[in-house]
Nanobody
Framework: VQLQASGGGLVQAGGSLRLSCVAS????????MGWYRQAPGKQRELVAD???????NYADSVKGRFTISRDNAKNTVYLQMNSLKPEDTAVYYC????????????WGQGTLVTVSS
């Protein structure tokens, strides 16, 4: 299964973007699907994740601004990003974490989000 992230772009601070991650096949129901980001010179970090049952988890820096959702019928995971800040600038990736805590899919190219001040 390959993951394709899209929806990034250039937006002004305070704006919104909706990212989509489409899987080429069925997403394993046991995987916790997540959005990750990597800013220049920084390590990749978890932004938000969601279980098959709908339980969500967010990084403190995005709580109240970002919303993750999952549509298993469409093999798609979304990230709605509101009130964007310049510090949200990064390449955003999606992946699925297995019950053993490792990533279940290859990292794709990601989608670049640039927030101007």
């Amino acid at each position: 299964v390959q993951l394709q992230a899209s929806g990034g772009g250039l937006v002004q601070a305070g704006g919104s973007l909706r990212l989509s991650c489409v899987a080429s096949g069925s997403i394993r129901s046991s995987y916790v699907m997540g959005w990750y980001r990597q800013a220049p010179g920084k390590q990749r970090e978890l932004v938000a994740d969601i279980s098959n049952g709908g339980d969500t988890n967010y990084a403190d820096s995005v709580k109240g601004r970002f919303t993750i959702s999952r549509d298993n019928a469409k093999n798609t995971v979304y990230l709605q990003m509101n009130s964007l800040k310049p510090e949200d600038t990064a390449v955003y990736y999606c992946n699925g974490r297995t019950p053993w805590g490792i990533m279940g899919y290859s990292w794709g190219q990601g989608t670049l989000v640039t927030v101007s001040s």
